[in-house]
């Protein structure tokens, strides 16, 4: 049963958020929309600035001792936000003990498909040499962290020990299910808004490619996976058939539908009952999988 919180988070998103999305037509607009300040910094851990494998981002550690190492790929369609702009998220997990490293890879449209891809891989290449990680990341950076996973399967690179994906975007052929069904339910995204930046972030590149869409791609030997999403969401059947094709290829998959939740819930930890759920079922899912005893964290890569 969703809280009282969360039908009110859904009407204001659809009505601050979905109208202006729908309306936008150039990068500017949309990076107007997803960079709108939104909720505070938590509190209880620092941030620094830092380079991993030559990407800048940030560091999000706890400050009461060291926490279990994550990369943390942030979304916003792929053409928008940063790591600054997610500290709502990245915070909220490092006060759940974990160290962070949240990449600002390169956006579309100035930087299209596979820019973001190769600077995951550079980071990952770095960060992993460290030692073991896990990695999360929502929406298109949670399409990022899957597609990561095959990468550093194919390039005989460490994988993390487990992964947690919020809504993440795994299919940018289909036009069924979901895409339909939720149409006019999602609170944030109408269609027309997901087409334009398909565009963005594609250029001339073959959605089919498993880089592009993963839940095309071979999951075969892929870590723990837990995907959270709104049952609202245009976006749920994308984690629904990610993760059936995850336990399909022997993957150990967790799947939670939440009701009533807009896009990108956890942001809105603070006020929002199913936001501290999200985040806490994730850090423990995380924490079940991680090497025993798990890798020190090391001097952090600058």
């Known amino acids: 049963m969703a809280s009282l919180r969360a039908y009110i988070g859904?009407?204001?998103?659809?009505?601050?958020?979905?109208?202006?999305?729908?309306?936008?037509?150039?990068?500017?607009?949309?990076?107007?929309?997803?960079?709108?300040?939104?909720?505070?910094?938590?509190k209880g851990v620092t941030y620094e600035a830092g380079i991993v494998g030559g990407v800048r981002g940030e560091w999000v550690r706890p400050k009461a001792g060291h926490g279990r190492r994550m990369l943390y790929i942030h979304g916003g369609g792929f053409i928008a936000c940063s790591s600054r702009t997610h500290r709502p998220v990245t915070g909220a997990l490092a006060n759940r003990g974990f160290t962070i490293f949240?990449?600002?890879?390169?956006?579309?449209?100035?930087?299209?498909?596979?820019?973001?891809?190769?600077?995951?891989?550079?980071?990952?290449?770095?960060?992993?040499?460290?030692?073991?990680?896990?990695?999360?990341?929502?929406?298109?950076?949670?399409?990022?962290?899957?597609?990561?996973?095959?990468?550093?399967?194919?390039?005989?690179?460490?994988?993390?020990?487990?992964?947690?994906?919020?809504?993440?975007?795994?299919?940018?052929?289909?036009?069924?299910?979901?895409?339909?069904?939720?149409?006019?339910?999602?609170?944030?995204?109408?269609?027309?808004?997901?087409?334009?930046i398909r565009s963005m972030y594609l250029g001339d590149a073959d959605p089919a490619d498993p880089r592009i869409s993963p839940v095309h791609g071979d999951l075969t030997g892929f870590p723990p996976l837990l995907f959270h999403v709104g049952e609202r969401e245009v976006l749920r059947d994308d984690s629904v058939r990610m993760a059936e094709r995850a336990r399909a290829a022997g993957v150990e998959t967790s799947l939670k539908v939440f009701p009533v939740v807009s896009h990108?819930?956890?942001?809105?930890?603070?006020?929002?009952?199913?936001?501290?759920?999200?985040?806490?079922?994730?850090?423990?899912?995380?924490?079940?999988?991680?090497?025993?005893?798990?890798?020190?964290?090391?001097?952090?890569?600058?």
């Open 10 to 42: 859904a009407y204001m998103i659809r009505n601050r958020v979905r109208g202006p999305l729908a309306r936008a037509r150039d990068v500017a607009a949309f990076r107007r929309i997803f960079e709108a300040p939104t909720f505070p910094d938590p």
């Open 102 to 196: 949240a990449p600002d890879y390169r956006l579309a449209p100035e930087h299209p498909f596979p820019a973001a891809v190769e600077d995951a891989v550079a980071v990952w290449r770095a960060f992993s040499a460290e030692g073991a990680a896990c990695v999360a990341g929502e929406s298109a950076g949670g399409n990022l962290a899957l597609v990561l996973m095959g990468e550093a399967r194919a390039l005989d690179l460490p994988m993390p020990w487990a992964a947690a994906l919020f809504s993440p975007a795994t299919d940018f052929i289909s036009e069924d299910g979901s895409r339909v069904t939720n149409a006019w339910r999602d609170a944030m995204f109408d269609p027309k808004a997901l087409t334009a």
């Open 264 to 302: 990108a819930w956890q942001f809105a930890a603070g006020m929002l009952p199913e936001a501290r759920a999200s985040l806490d079922e994730a850090a423990a899912f995380l924490n079940a999988h991680a090497p025993t005893p798990h890798a020190p964290t090391g001097s952090p890569v600058r």
